[in-house]
DNA sequence: AGCAAGATCGGT
DNA sequence: CCGATCTTGCTG
């Protein structure tokens, strides 16, 4: 019998500022063609609550962020500039709108270009990582150094939000 | 009902 | 820097 590697709820339950840094170097397992793939997760960004103004959160609950509100470990995906889905790993307790932006995985650099190479769409959101049959984490190390930086593309959150360091990136050895 | 902007990407 | 392409949330 093997370990269960699955990552399970309490993983999610952190704040995302936890989270966040802790999902480089895991795997991001998908049924594709009811075959399991596995990608390493390379570079994520943080959103934070309400108060984050470039988090969708900061608008409140509305229908396409609503899911962010629910308790860690489910996913929010969203489609952007008329052709990206976007992949967000929601995190924290419920009714603390917070999520993980997964924006590179091995091989695959850029958010919107993972989600097509993952088969992502609108289909996956609201999927609970922790139970679903065709989406989860699963824990592993990997060797190599974290860097952090500002986050992409929030010129529109102000300098306050834009200069925070919450983009985690694993330069695998 | 209409509109501006967007957690992107690839080509000039 | 610019266009593609369409959903979303805000304004009226």
């Given at each position: ?33 009811g075959e399991p793939e596995k990608f390493i997760i390379t570079e994520v960004e943080a ?83 922790v139970v679903s049959g065709r989406i989860w984490i699963e824990n592993n190390e990997a ?31």
């Amino acid at each position: 019998m093997q370990p269960d590697k699955r990552l399970g709820r309490d993983f999610f339950r952190q704040d995302v500022l936890s989270v966040a840094p802790l999902l480089l170097g895991k795997y991001i397992v998908i049924i594709n063609n009811g075959e399991p793939e596995k990608f390493i997760i390379t570079e994520v960004e943080a959103y934070r609550g309400e108060d984050d103004l470039a988090c969708h959160a900061s608008k409140g609950r509305t229908n396409r962020n609503r899911i962010m509100y629910a308790v860690g470990g489910h996913v929010y995906v969203y489609f952007i500039y008329g052709m990206y889905w976007m992949l967000n790993i929601v995190t924290g307790e419920e009714d603390n709108p917070q999520a993980v932006l997964i924006r590179g995985i091995n091989g695959y650099n850029g958010p919107g270009k993972l989600t097509r190479r993952l088969n992502i769409d609108d289909s996956f959101y609201g999927e609970d990582l922790v139970v679903s049959g065709r989406i989860w984490i699963e824990n592993n190390e990997a060797e190599g150094e974290i860097v952090t930086g500002p986050r992409i593309g929030i010129d529109y959150a102000g300098e306050h939000w834009k200069n925070k360091p919450w983009r985690f990136n694993l330069l695998l050895k």
